[in-house]
């Protein structure tokens, strides 16, 4: 029998726990922290979107994993479309509002990207900075080492997608909640990601066989305040 009581909930309990919210101590960020020198991309922001009009019905219709890539390049408009309705803001003030829904709106997420083929940017590994909607250039990497840790599966993707989750930021407030919400809200991103998809005449497929040390080493995250929890592959 597997540990199902992560799948449960037990709310009640949450009200004897003392969280480091209820201590007043410091809020955690919402964005990890990056060098000021770095490699910033600027994204083409929601108001200038040209793509994407189709209607919700077709989009949710037409939904399905897809698994054969063209050789074509996404756009820049395309993967700032992706990035935006996977993990954007909306609104800066609080409470911040983004594309997608979390649980007391912690957003215990950070999106990176292993760039194959997007038309003027460079091979390599990004990540995404929704408050600013830029990307960070991380290192070229290899996408193959990528693709071995997806396990083989490539499907001659343009885009490969790692969220991780920084369980700190739910667990701020939420405590012995935390496992439960993350895996939930996690499905939000990746759905986001599948419409968006569909929407600009892309194609996701969601990846949860992976090799989990060896994409959180490929990130240079540190697999315990910080590690990867669902990937996605995009096809053009
Ligand atoms: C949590 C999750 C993990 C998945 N992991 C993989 C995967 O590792 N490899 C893969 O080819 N498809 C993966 N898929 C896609 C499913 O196989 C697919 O959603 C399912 O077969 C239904 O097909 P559809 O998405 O076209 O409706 C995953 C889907 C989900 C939701």
Redesign the pocket.
């Known amino acids: 029998m597997g540990n199902y009581d992560l799948l449960k909930t037990n709310w009640k309990k949450l009200k004897d726990q003392v969280t480091d919210q209820a201590k007043k101590l410091e809020k955690p960020s919402l964005q990890k922290e990056y060098d000021s020198n770095a490699k910033l991309i600027d994204l083409v922001p929601y108001e200038k979107f040209s793509i994407g009009q189709a209607s919700f019905a077709k989009v949710a219709y037409q ?5 054969k890539g063209s050789d074509q390049p996404l756009t820049l408009e395309e993967l700032s479309f992706l990035l935006f309705f996977t993990n954007g803001v909306k609104r800066m003030d609080r409470p911040m509002f983004r594309t997608v829904p979390s649980a007391g709106a912690r957003h215990a997420f950070e999106t990176y990207i292993q760039v194959v083929r997007v038309k003027g940017i460079d091979e390599g590994l990004y990540r995404y900075l929704p408050l600013s909607h830029q990307l960070l250039f991380v290192k070229k990497g290899s996408n193959d080492e990528v693709i071995t840790g ?2 083989g ?1 490539n ?1 001659n993707a343009g885009v490969l997608f790692m969220w991780t989750a920084i369980p700190y930021r739910m667990a701020y407030r939420y405590k012995s909640e935390t496992e439960k919400l993350i895996l939930i809200d996690v ?1 939000h991103l ?1 759905q986001n990601l ?1 419409l968006a998809c569909e929407a600009v005449g892309l194609g996701a ?6 090799d989990q040390e060896y994409i959180d080493s490929y990130l240079e995250v540190d697999s315990n305040e910080e590690f990867v929890v ?2 996605a592959t995009v096809v053009k």
């Open positions: 939904r399905r994993s897809r698994r997806f396990l599966q499907f499905g990746c599948y497929c969601g990846i949860g066989a992976y669902y990937n």
